[in-house]
């Protein structure tokens, strides 16, 4: 399958930079605590993981780093069941699947990751439709739906990128402190996770959250950013 890479520094650059502030009948929509939102089904399927851990070493040159990103997306699969169960959601193992059906859920990701790079466009960037802000209706198809089968109403996927400022590699971190006074050693993180029904191929949720002095290989970091994300 190949791979989509969202997460450019300009994309995520973009998202750090632009806070715009919904209106309330937008924002039940982004959260699943909010009292009045659209019904959202209980059990759901992780369909993927697709977060990158980058190091930025001297000169801005940036290498995704496979043992880290590893980590993060293992640290996010651990925590995520406890997490959804405090929400009164159940997360489903993906399935066994045939070769056939393998196929249609890796095109349907990556149709998905097209569609969240809309949706962030769009609603959070600078040419953003106040139409869509107020009319939350975005849709992929309803070609995920052999999964209700095995007792799944919706399709959980996960994306994102954090980036690592490193002095060297296997050296202590460089600390870079912004002008608000924060470590931002870390550098910036950002994670995107939409919910999709497999009836009908809706969007039911979506959100977004971006953060600094966050470590997605560091299990606690990882629980209190999905809590803030639901």
Request: proline share 3%; charged share 20%.
């Amino acid at each position: 399958m190949t791979k989509l890479k969202l997460f450019s520094p300009a994309f995520v650059f973009m998202m750090g930079c632009t806070n715009i502030v919904m209106p309330i009948e937008s924002r039940l929509h982004y959260s699943i605590t909010e009292t009045n939102r659209q019904p959202i089904p209980s059990n759901w399927v992780l369909l993927g993981n697709e977060i990158e851990v980058e190091e930025i070493s001297k000169g801005n040159i940036r290498e995704t780093l496979l043992s880290w990103s590893a980590l993060a997306r293992a640290n996010i699969n651990k925590e995520l069941k406890p997490v959804a169960r405090n929400f009164h959601l159940k997360l489903f193992d993906l399935p066994a699947l045939s070769d056939t059906e393998s196929e249609i859920v890796n095109k349907y990701s990556v149709l998905y990751h097209l569609m969240i790079y809309s949706i962030v466009h769009h609603i959070r960037g600078e040419e953003t439709w106040q139409h869509k802000i107020n009319k939350f209706d975005y849709y992929i198809g309803n070609g995920l739906n052999f999964l209700r089968t095995h007792g799944i109403d919706a399709a959980l996927f996960i994306a994102g990128r954090q980036s690592v400022i490193w002095k060297n590699r296997g050296q202590d971190a460089t600390r870079i402190i912004n002008i608000s006074g924060k470590d931002i050693s870390m550098g910036q993180m950002i994670i995107i996770m939409g919910l999709v029904d497999l009836s009908t191929g809706n969007f039911l949720w979506f959100n977004v959250v971006d953060a600094i002095e966050v470590d997605l290989r560091n299990p606690s970091d990882v629980n209190e950013i999905l809590a803030k994300i639901f």
